[in-house]
């Protein structure tokens, strides 16, 4: 199985991130990619974390914490073609960056699409773009992963054709029905007959809406779409709002204590271990080794 190697790396300058935030922020990635994404989409991903983009190995592809994203498009390739994503900071910056994990894992060059019967009632069989984090993108379809706030995902089987009961087509459960979006998210297709892209979107009101794009010119499918609906920014902005951030907190301060305890605990063995001689009380009865 092909492995995807992410790199988590810093770059604010407004905002400040320790290295343990990076680490402990890398390892929820981390299980929410191995437990969780993995086993439902079949993709075998690493995510580690590195002080500076120098310490990036050749081959891992960054995920780039950033104060602001000026173009409003997470997802970028560079020169080479490779992949690579900002993360616009924010008190719930985990959430961004589980976001952009998610979709490079599911869709590493920005342009994987899959046919499906249209949302739109006009319009026949069209080409969804595979963006899993989208749909229920909002912070309130979220969930705790070591105390921080990571994003939902839709499965596989949200492109089938007809809704089926037990099948579970968001890892949260949220998501009822194929091709269905919920308050905050969106959907994107191409339509074949007229070359054209469509959105279903849900950002405001108490309904979601269509919305043609129009045909796009040149450039990467993902990263067009994501400067048009702004989807980093969104969702960085509005998940200190959530009562899912809230919850994550509380889980975090609760979590420190226990690991702190741990933690003391782990110090007091390795003081005594150091302190005595383990092998001493262990045999009796052998001869010690002269070297001879």
Known sequence: MFLIQLALVSLTQQHTITPSQLTRVAAALQKQATRDFGPLWGVNATVDAFETLDDVPVGYWPLIVVDDVPDAAGFHTDENGQPFSLIEFS??????ASHEMLE?????????????????????????????????????????????????????????????????????????????????????W???????????????????????LGKLTGQNIRAAVDAKTKTNVRVARSGPESRRYTVAQDVRQLAKRTLRARADAWRTQIDGLRAANPAADAWEGGEEDTGE
């Open 190 to 212: 191409r339509e074949p007959v007229t070359d054209e892209w469509w959105q279903q979107i849900w950002f405001s009101g108490n309904a979601p809406r269509f919305r043609k």
């Open 104 to 188: 490079m894992c599911a869709d590493p060059w920005g342009k994987r699409l899959v046919p499906g019967k249209s949302p739109h009632p006009d319009q026949g069989l069209v080409e969804f773009l595979v963006e899993v984090a989208d749909p229920s993108e909002a912070a309130e379809c979220g969930y705790t992963v070591n105390g921080f706030l990571l994003s939902d995902f839709f499965t596989p089987r949200f492109y089938d054709p007809v809704t089926a009961d037990g099948v579970r087509y968001s890892f949260g459960g949220h998501i009822k029905a194929p091709r269905e979006i919920l308050r905050g998210g969106y959907i994107s």
């Open 91 to 96: 008190d719930t910056w985990s959430l961004t």
